[in-house]
Structures are given as structure tokens and as C-alpha cells.
């Protein structure tokens, strides 16, 4: 689209989108590894414009990334009717951050989510469809637990339902692929390769015949730099967790703890499939994204100065 000059989105939807007309841009090509080393780079003005013209560009899509998911969650969820999509970039929007992380957990209800439909029969009963989220009132039975759904309290079988995990977080519809699956193609095919373009610019790459370069190694040893800073007590909290299956719900994990973890289940979890770190990288914003912590997340990786200094 950006070669054919493509109009994106909708223009009368937000007055103040950064790009609605794409615009083919002729960039000077950039030399050949062999030029490179045979003639040297003396590109000097041109090349420090081409980048800061870059730069602009992986923000601008980034930004424009951002507003479309945004858009999505507010024309599915009437409950998002109220976001403003003009982004605050003060200190003081920034300082309640962590503080808006942690008071989710605070005002938590534990809730489920319907897996399938469930039929009223009798008046202590309660009925739901597939999808429904029911505020759970009590688990005191192993099979059947007391709910509640728009405003009618009883009974229904555990096990058609699924406990959404809402420790640092909060369920919304529009964000499940299973009931929207225009979120998927939304973030897996327009937010995370912004993200990785923004990552990715200006990673020194590796020396004629090197290493891999990519963001998720980088991000691996950030994660890993971060919880190293209290490595006993954070490493100790998480064995114990997942050999003794102890109950966490109580305990909301800091951003740093909870990237480290996202990492190691990504990993995990995709090199029995030999993943590529494409793959792993949507992956990880993905969770980032499922726990509402993906801006912290890359506060943490900026904080990294060694780390993104080696980079």
C-alpha cells in the first residue's frame, strides 16, 4: 500500500490520525556488504537524514498501529466508548503507570467465561451462553458453583466454564479472538511487526559472518539482566509456584517479574514446535498485551542501559 499511495482507515473516523495517505518515497539503496567493506561508507548528511526520515516513519506506524487496535476496542466494546484516543505523553499521566497496574487487581471480581451454553431448568439455576461472563459468587463445591449474570444468581456445572485470570488485568470481549477474530489480524499482523520494526532500529549487527541479530535475544537478556537485580527472592517465588502449584492469585507480579516469566513460557512452550523468534516475538506481545502490560514492558527494556548499550 505504501508503493501505490493506499488510503488507511477511515479519514472522518479521528480528525487528527498522523497518516491517512501513504505516499511512495524514494529512498537512495543502501550499499552491499562487500561495497562496504571494499569502499567504505562515506554516505556522511545523506545517511543521518535517511535515518531520522526512518525513524519518523516507525513511530508514525507504530502510532497509527496503536489507534487501530484502540479503534477496534471501541467500536466492540461499549464499555470502551470513553477512551480518548490522543495519547497523554505527560510525566504525570506516565507516574500512574504502575499505580493503574496494580489497582486492577484491587477492584478484581473473580470471574469465568462460558465455554459452552448452558440451559435454566430450574429457579436456582443460572443460565448462560457460550461466551457469557458470569462474576463467580462462590466455589465452595468442586462441581457446581453459585454465580451471578445480569442481575439473576444460582448454580451452574464448573466445568462449562473457564476462570479468566484477571490478577493484573481485565476481561473484555474485543480482545478475545475466540468471540472477535479481528483482533488477531489486527495485533499479529499490524501491531507486532511495528513493534519489532521499533526494536529492531538500530541493533548493531553482527560482524562478517556473526551471530544472529534480533530483538528477541536482546529481549531475553534484558528479562534476565532485570530479575538478577533480586534473583533469590524472584527465582524462589516461581520454582516454588511450579513445583508446589501454589495459589498466586493474591500476588500481583512486578512488570520485570512477570517479563521474565512470559519469556521462559514462551520459550517453553515454542521450541518443542522449533519456532522461529518471529514467533516467539508475537507471541510475547501478545501476553504482554493479555496482561496490559506491554508499555511497562518496554519501560523495563529501556531501563536496560548495559543491555541495550551491547545492542
Given at each position: 500500500m505504501a508503493d501505490q499511495g493506499g488510503l488507511v482507515g477511515n479519514p472522518d473516523a479521528v480528525p487528527n490520525l498522523p497518516k491517512q495517505h501513504l505516499n511512495r518515497r524514494q529512498m537512495k539503496r543502501s550499499k552491499s556488504m562487500l561495497q562496504a567493506i571494499l569502499f567504505g561508507n562515506d554516505d556522511g548528511e545523506d545517511d543521518t537524514k535517511s535515518k531520522n526520515i526512518r525513524q519518523t516513519e516507525i513511530l508514525v506506524d507504530l502510532r497509527e498501529a496503536v489507534l487501530q487496535v484502540a479503534r477496534h476496542f471501541i467500536n466492540v466494546d461499549p464499555k470502551s466508548n470513553n477512551v480518548l484516543l490522543i495519547a497523554d505523553y505527560t510525566m504525570e499521566s506516565h507516574a500512574k503507570d504502575h499505580d493503574n497496574y496494580v489497582n486492577v487487581s484491587r477492584t478484581r471480581k473473580r470471574r469465568a467465561k462460558a465455554l459452552l451454553d448452558f440451559e435454566r431448568h430450574d429457579d436456582d439455576e443460572l443460565g448462560f451462553r457460550k461466551n457469557d461472563i458470569i462474576t463467580i459468587i462462590s466455589q465452595k463445591d468442586?462441581?457446581?458453583?453459585?454465580?451471578?449474570?445480569?442481575?439473576?444468581?444460582?448454580?451452574?456445572?464448573?466445568?462449562?466454564?473457564?476462570?479468566?485470570?484477571?490478577?493484573?488485568?481485565?476481561?473484555?470481549?474485543?480482545?478475545?479472538?475466540?468471540?472477535?477474530?479481528?483482533?488477531?489480524?489486527?495485533?499479529?499482523?499490524?501491531?507486532?511487526?511495528?513493534?519489532?520494526?521499533?526494536?529492531?532500529?538500530?541493533?548493531?549487527?553482527?560482524?562478517?559472518?556473526?551471530?544472529?541479530?534480533?530483538?528477541?535475544?536482546?529481549?531475553?537478556?534484558?528479562?534476565?539482566?532485570?530479575?538478577?537485580?533480586?534473583?533469590?527472592?524472584?527465582?524462589?517465588?516461581?520454582?516454588?509456584?511450579?513445583?508446589?502449584?501454589?495459589?498466586?492469585?493474591?500476588?500481583?507480579?512486578?512488570?520485570?517479574?512477570?517479563?521474565?516469566?512470559?519469556?521462559?513460557?514462551?520459550?517453553?512452550?515454542?521450541?518443542?514446535?522449533?519456532?522461529?523468534?518471529?514467533?516467539?516475538?508475537?507471541?510475547?506481545?501478545?501476553?504482554?498485551?493479555?496482561?496490559?502490560?506491554?508499555?511497562?514492558?518496554?519501560?523495563?527494556?529501556?531501563?536496560?542501559?548495559?543491555?541495550?548499550?551491547?545492542?
Open positions: 468442586e462441581h457446581c458453583w453459585v454465580g451471578e449474570l445480569n442481575g439473576l444468581r444460582g448454580w451452574f456445572p464448573a466445568k462449562f466454564v473457564e476462570l479468566l485470570d484477571e490478577r493484573s488485568k481485565q476481561y473484555t470481549c474485543a480482545g478475545d479472538d475466540a468471540v472477535s477474530e479481528a483482533v488477531t489480524d489486527l495485533v499479529r499482523g499490524t501491531l507486532c511487526p511495528a513493534v519489532k520494526a521499533v526494536l529492531e532500529h538500530g541493533m548493531k549487527r553482527p560482524s562478517f559472518l556473526g551471530g544472529p541479530c534480533h530483538p528477541w535475544l536482546f529481549i531475553e537478556e534484558a528479562s534476565n539482566r532485570e530479575v538478577e537485580k533480586d534473583f533469590n527472592s524472584v527465582y524462589s517465588r516461581l520454582v516454588l509456584c511450579k513445583t508446589y502449584r501454589l495459589d498466586e492469585d493474591g500476588k500481583v507480579l512486578t512488570p520485570e517479574e512477570l517479563l521474565y516469566r512470559c519469556v521462559q513460557s514462551v520459550n517453553l512452550t515454542h521450541d518443542n514446535a522449533h519456532a522461529q523468534m518471529d514467533v516467539k516475538l508475537r507471541s510475547l506481545i501478545c501476553l504482554g498485551l493479555n496482561e496490559q502490560v506491554l508499555h511497562l514492558w518496554l519501560e523495563v527494556l529501556c531501563s536496560c542501559v548495559e543491555v541495550v548499550q551491547k545492542w
